[in-house]
């Protein structure tokens, strides 16, 4: 069984250290997200053994709304090497913004792209007039932990 820690917080706007193209998300990225969400997750505690074929559904199915409202204006990718390296998705999910999904490919971690993004997020959320942010985060996922809580 897996184990996740909700957290909620409150939006503050957010200063960005490192300067990334932040593109957006739509439809036609899919295939190239599930092959870096893969990339990102194997041998981690958040992979339970999914398939490129099975995270491309589940791509699929947050970016047309079926697990709740996606914010495509607050989710976004950054490609290195032409690829994708770093995403945040992110839904509604009971009338508040939740993050469904935000990875770094192993070879652009530590790079500040995951924070990047977040703080890119939570600017934009802050403009579309959302006051929290909620995510759940698997309990030993310590460097995602300490992102969220910077």
Request: without cysteine.
């Amino acid at each position: 069984m897996s184990i996740k820690i909700r957290m909620i917080y409150k939006l503050e706007p957010q200063k960005l250290k490192k300067s990334y193209n932040f593109n957006n998300i739509d439809l036609s990225d899919i295939d190239n997200l599930a092959s870096s969400m893969l990339k990102a997750f194997e041998n981690t505690e958040d992979f339970k053994g999914e398939t490129k074929e099975e995270l491309t559904e589940e791509l699929r199915e947050v970016i047309q709304s079926n697990f709740g409202v996606f914010i495509p204006e607050a989710s976004f990718q950054i490609n290195q090497n032409e690829q994708i390296a770093s995403v945040i998705l992110i839904s509604l999910y009971k009338e508040k913004p939740l993050i469904s999904e935000l990875f770094t490919i192993r070879e652009f971690m530590n790079l500040g792209m995951a924070s990047g993004l977040l703080k890119r997020s939570i600017n934009k959320l802050i403009l579309l007039g959302y006051k929290e942010l909620v995510l759940y985060v698997h309990h030993k996922n310590i460097k995602a932990i300490n992102i969220y809580k910077k």
